[in-house]
C-alpha cells in the first residue's frame, strides 16, 4: 500500500515543484508524503528531463545513455520506493579505448598495461595519481587548482598531454582551462566507489524497460499519492503576492493553465531558467545564477543491425573526430530490449553558443556516420536502421575554481521560493544518484523548516 501523507506533523501548504526530471520527481514524492498539498510542473509534454525516454524506430529507449552503479544507493532507494529495484540487471561492462589508430581494451590491468599510447612510467604515475585521488577526503583545497595544473604535477606533461587533455577536452571542450582539480577528483571517486561496494568488477545495472519503465511507474505512484502533474506547462513567471493578513504566496504563471498561487514554489530547472521565470530576486541572486556556466550536449542515437564492439564505453583521444565517445548500450543492456538490435549514442559535449546546435541531423548523421567508419572498419552505414539526435545547451555547471563559493543559495531572499538544481551539486558528477541525493536533502530541510514553522 502506498504510504499516506503525515499530515499531522506539518500543516499542509500548496506547494508547486517545477521540473519533472529525477529532481522534481523525487521533491514532489517526499514532499507530499511530508502533508503537502503537491502540484508538479513540467514544460515537456513527458516526464524525465534528461533521463526521459523516446522512440528511436521500433525501440523505446532513454534520450541519452543511462546505468546505475552497484554504489548508487540514492538511485536504487527510489527505485526500491517504486518496487523496481529488484528487477535489475547487473552487468559486468568492458571499456575501450580509441587513440586515433586503434581501439583496443581498456577493461582490466593487463589491458592498461599493454596500452600502447603510454609508456611504462607514464603508466605507473597514472595509476598512483588515480589511487591518489581515490584516497582524497578535502575536495575543497582541490577548488582552488587548475586541473590542469594538478593532473600534469601527478602524472607529468606526456600523459597530461596524450591522455588527460583529451579526455578533458571530450567532457569539457575549452572549459577545462577554467575548470578545478575538484572535476576529475570527483569523476575518480564516483567511479572508485563501485569497487568499494566489494566487487572489484565494474558492475554497471538497467532496469528492463529503461527510463521509460521507470519513469511511467513514477508518474503513477504520485498520481495514486495524489500529487497533481501538469506535463506541457512550461512556467512563465512567478512572483511574490502582497498579501493584507502577512502571509506570502507566489504566483505562479504557465502555458497550458493560466495562473495559480501556491505557499511555496520549489524551481528544479537549471539556474538560468529560474533567474528568467523568477521576478523580484536580488541583484547578486541574479548575478550568481546566470554566472553558473553550463555545457551542453548533442547526443546521436543510432539503432543498428550489428553491433560495433562489445565495449559499453570507448574512450576517444583522437580530436579529429566529431563526437567525443562511444557509448554502446547493446553491449550492456541485453539486445532482446531493442528488438535485436545494436543501440548506440554518440555524445558531443560542448558549449551552449556550439553553431553545432544549429545544424541538421542530416549533416550531424553524415559526419558522424563517416567517423564511425575511420574506428569500426567493419562499419557500414547500410547498418543505421534508425538515427535520432537530441540537443540539450545546458547539461552540467562547469565545475570551474572556486565553484562553490560562487553558487546561489537554495533559499532565495523572495519567502517560499526555492531553487534546488544540477548547479547544488558541488562535490560530484552529474548523475542520477547525486540528483536524488540533492532532491533528498532539500525535501528533508524543507520537512523540518514546515515543523519548526508549526511548533513556534
Ligand atoms: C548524455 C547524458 C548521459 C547521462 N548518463 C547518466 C548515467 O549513465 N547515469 C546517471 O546516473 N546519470 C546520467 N546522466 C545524468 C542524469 O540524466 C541527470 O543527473 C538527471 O536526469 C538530472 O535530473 P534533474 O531533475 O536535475 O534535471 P532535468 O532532467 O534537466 O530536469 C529539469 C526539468 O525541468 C523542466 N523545465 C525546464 N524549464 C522549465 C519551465 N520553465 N517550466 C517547467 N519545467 C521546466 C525540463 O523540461 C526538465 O524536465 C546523464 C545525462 C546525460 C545528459
Redesign the pocket.
Known amino acids: 500500500m502506498a504510504p499516506q501523507p503525515d499530515t499531522e506533523a506539518v500543516s499542509a501548504r500548496k506547494v508547486a515543484v ?8 523525487t521533491l514532489a514524492l517526499r514532499l507530499r508524503r511530508g502533508g503537502h498539498d503537491v502540484t508538479l ?4 509534454p513527458q ?6 525516454a523516446w522512440r528511436l524506430g521500433p525501440v523505446v529507449w532513454d534520450r ?6 552497484l554504489s ?1 544507493s540514492f ?1 536504487r532507494g527510489i527505485l526500491r520506493d517504486l518496487d523496481l529495484e529488484s528487477e535489475m540487471n547487473w552487468v559486468e561492462t568492458k571499456t575501450g579505448f580509441y587513440d586515433g589508430r586503434r581501439l583496443v581494451s581498456l577493461s582490466n590491468a593487463l589491458d592498461y598495461l599493454r596500452l600502447p599510447a603510454l609508456r611504462l612510467l607514464e603508466k605507473l604515475r597514472l595509476a598512483a595519481t588515480i589511487l591518489y585521488a581515490s584516497r582524497i577526503q578535502n575536495w575543497q583545497s582541490l577548488e582552488t587548482i587548475p586541473v590542469e595544473t594538478w593532473l600534469t604535477r601527478l602524472s607529468g606533461a606526456g600523459t597530461f598531454r596524450k591522455l588527460w587533455q583529451p579526455l578533458l577536452r571530450a567532457k569539457l571542450g575549452d572549459g577545462y582551462h577554467e575548470t578545478s582539480a575538484a572535476f576529475i577528483w570527483a569523476t575518480i571517486q564516483r567511479l572508485y566507489a563501485a569497487r568499494r561496494t566489494g566487487l572489484k568488477k565494474e558492475m554497471f545495472g538497467y532496469v528492463p524497460g529503461g527510463y521509460a519503465r521507470i519513469l511511467e511507474r513514477f508518474g503513477e505512484r504520485l498520481r495514486a499519492e495524489g500529487v497533481h502533474l501538469a506535463l506541457g ?4 513567471s512567478i512572483r511574490a503576492l502582497a498579501d493584507a493578513t502577512g502571509e506570502s504566496r507566489l504566483e505562479v504563471s ?1 502555458e497550458g493553465g493560466g495562473v495559480e498561487v501556491f505557499d511555496r514554489v520549489v524551481l ?3 539556474p538560468r ?1 529560474a533567474a528568467a ?1 523568477c521576478e523580484g530576486l536580488t541583484p547578486d541572486e541574479r548575478t550568481r545564477l546566470e554566472g553558473v556556466a553550463y555545457q551542453g ?1 548533442l ?1 546521436a542515437s543510432l539503432l543498428l543491425k550489428r553491433p560495433l564492439a562489445d565495449y559499453y564505453l570507448s574512450y576517444l583521444t583522437d580530436p579529429e573526430l566529431p563526437f567525443t565517445a562511444v557509448v554502446e548500450m547493446s553491449a550492456f543492456v541485453d539486445r532482446a530490449q531493442f528488438g535485436g538490435h545494436s543501440l548506440v ?1 554518440l ?1 558531443k559535449y560542448t558549449t551552449p553558443d556550439d553553431p553545432l546546435f544549429g545544424e541538421s541531423d542530416e549533416t550531424v548523421r553524415a559526419q558522424f556516420e563517416a567517423a564511425l567508419c575511420r574506428i569500426y572498419p567493419h562499419f557500414d552505414p547500410a547498418d543505421v536502421l534508425a538515427f535520432r539526435v537530441s540537443r ?1 545547451r545546458e ?2 555547471p562547469l565545475p570551474v575554481i572556486g565553484y562553490s563559493q560562487r553558487l546561489p543559495a537554495m533559499t532565495t531572499s523572495i519567502p517560499g521560493l526555492h531553487v534546488v ?2 548547479a547544488h551539486i558541488v562535490n560530484g558528477t ?6 536524488v541525493a540533492l ?1 533528498e536533502r532539500a525535501a528533508r530541510s524543507l520537512l523540518a523548516s514546515d515543523l519548526r514553522e508549526a511548533q513556534s
Open positions: 517545477v521540473g519533472g526530471g529525477l529532481a522534481g520527481l510542473l513540467e514544460a515537456a516526464l524525465g528531463g534528461l533521463a526521459s541519452h545513455y543511462h546505468v546505475t552503479l548508487d538511485t506547462a512550461r512556467v512563465k504557465h528544479t530547472t537549471t531558467v521565470v550536449i547526443c549514442y555524445p540539450v547539461v552540467f538544481s544540477s552529474l548523475n542520477v544518484n547525486d540528483t532532491a
